[in-house]
C-alpha cells in the first residue's frame, strides 16, 4: 500500500509541474502553405527590388542555387566626348542627386510598374518619310 501512495503522490507532483507542457497544444500543419516563406520566393522579391539575392539555375532536371548575386549599385555619369558634343544625348541634363531618385524609385516598384514607367518615359515619333516597298513599285 506505501508504493502505491509513494507512487500517485509522484504522478500528481509531476503533472503539477508540466501542467503547462500538457497544455500546450501539439503543432499541426498548417492547411495551406505560406509561399511567401519560401526562400525561393524571397529571392525573387529581392531580385525585382535590386537586393542582394542568391541566383537559381537549372542543371538537368534539377534547379540548382547559384552564386549569391549582389544588389544594384547606380554607376558612374556618362562622360563620353562622343555625348558631350551630341545634340540627340542628354546625358548631361540630370545632377547626381535626379539620378539617384530615379534609380531608388525605380528600383522600388514591382515589374509592371517598371514597365509602365519606361513607357512613360518614352516619347513616340512619327516617321518622316515612308519608304516605298517593292510592291508599291510594281504597280
Known amino acids: 500500500m506505501r508504493p ?12 503539477l509541474d508540466n501542467i503547462e507542457e500538457l497544455e500546450e497544444p501539439r503543432p499541426r500543419r498548417k492547411l495551406f502553405a505560406d509561399q511567401t516563406e519560401w526562400q525561393r520566393n524571397k529571392m525573387k522579391v529581392q531580385r525585382i527590388h535590386g537586393k542582394s539575392y542568391i541566383g537559381f539555375h537549372k542543371e538537368g532536371n ?4 547559384g552564386p549569391i548575386r549582389n544588389e544594384r549599385t547606380m554607376k558612374a555619369t556618362c562622360n563620353s566626348s562622343y555625348c558631350k558634343k ?3 544625348r542628354h546625358c548631361n ?3 547626381e542627386s535626379g539620378r539617384l ?4 524609385h ?6 509592371e510598374e517598371k514597365k509602365t514607367f519606361c513607357i512613360n518615359m518614352v516619347s513616340k515619333n512619327e516617321k518622316k518619310r515612308a519608304s516605298e516597298t517593292l510592291e508599291d513599285l510594281s504597280h
Do not use: D
Not at 502505491?4 to 503533472?15: A, D, H, M, V
Not at 525605380?106 to 515589374?111: A, D, G, R, S
Open 4 to 15: 502505491l501512495k509513494l507512487f500517485i503522490i509522484y504522478l500528481f507532483t509531476y503533472l
Open 62 to 65: 534539377r534547379n540548382v542555387q
Open 86 to 88: 551630341s545634340k540627340l
Open 93 to 95: 541634363i540630370f545632377n
Open 101 to 104: 531618385s530615379i534609380f531608388e
Open 106 to 111: 525605380l528600383w522600388k516598384c514591382t515589374w
